[in-house]
């Protein structure tokens, strides 16, 4: 049966690690020293950034599979869970970990900011893949904090750590930017796939069980997070998937206005909408006319 744990301190976390606590609210870890251990379930209360040295291969990446042998951050924020499959025998964990309690924020700058880093709200399996020199970065920033936890804790030791804390997150929102780059092709693909599953959407049943398809519906389906799935659409679109969304209604409206003798009524029920006077004014909202001005001027 798989074991499950729940992490609501920092010290909790440190004894399954096998490491001293040092700070409360604050630890950094280097999980080669932990015990062999076999897969779990593992709650946590914490916010964790870990870094995995990926000696196995491929990773899975949404659909796609990479091979990325520098590195993999993954971002844990508290009520999220992380689990550890097929690990039926026991084995050494490797790399390194950051984990802090949401009370290390309190009274500091990154206290108001740590919603604004979109990374905690993403998949694990949307991970970021570091380079060589990346990875190192992370590395230093660790250590650096590592230093100022064998220290004695004074009036200073909060904000001094949460600053470097804020470092690590807006480097890694550099990272994800580069990542959403380095992997254009990947992203583009999945922009297709994105107007494929639109596509077929408006030409289903789907309009009339579940009305017009939301940003969470189209992410869950390409099996991302929704906010990733934003993140790179408006990344690659330009557009936000919303928008795109909302094109996409527009494009096929019209389509269906200008080919057919369908009433707006009936329209509006194959778009997902349920009463025809909200798709007449989304309608004239994107366009600038009625559903039956644009069929009468066309």
Known sequence: MEKEYHFQSIAEYNAF???????????????????????????????????????????????????YQEGTLVFISPGQILEVENKIDYYQPVGHGLVFHPDML???????????????SYNTNEALHLSVKERQLVLDIFSKI????????????????ASSIELLFNYCD???????????????????????????????????????PSVAYCADQLHFSTKYFGDLVKKESGTTAQEYIQNKIIEVA??????????????????GFKYSQHFSR????RVGLTPNEFRTLN
């Open 17 to 67: 690690n096998n490491h001293e606590t040092n700070h409360p609210l604050v630890s950094v870890l280097d999980f080669s020293k932990a015990k062999e251990r076999t897969g779990s379930k593992m709650y946590f209360d914490l916010y964790c950034v870990f870094l995995k040295d990926v000696k196995c291969g491929d990773l899975k990446y949404g659909r796609q599979y990479y091979d």
């Open 106 to 120: 309190l009274g500091t700058n990154l206290g108001k900011t740590i919603g604004e880093y979109g990374f905690f």
């Open 146 to 161: 590592n230093v100022e936890l064998q220290q004695s804790v004074d009036k200073h030791s909060r904000k001094v750590i």
């Open 174 to 212: 550099r990272f994800y930017d580069r990542q959403f780059i380095t992997r254009e092709i990947v992203n583009k693909g999945v922009i297709d796939q994105f107007e494929a599953l639109l596509n077929s959407y408006f030409t289903s049943e789907n309009p009339y069980t579940i009305g017009f």
């Open 254 to 271: 019209k389509n269906k206005i200008y080919g057919s003798t369908k009433t707006v009524s009936e329209i509006a029920q194959e778009l």
């Open 282 to 285: 989304f309608f004239k909202q």
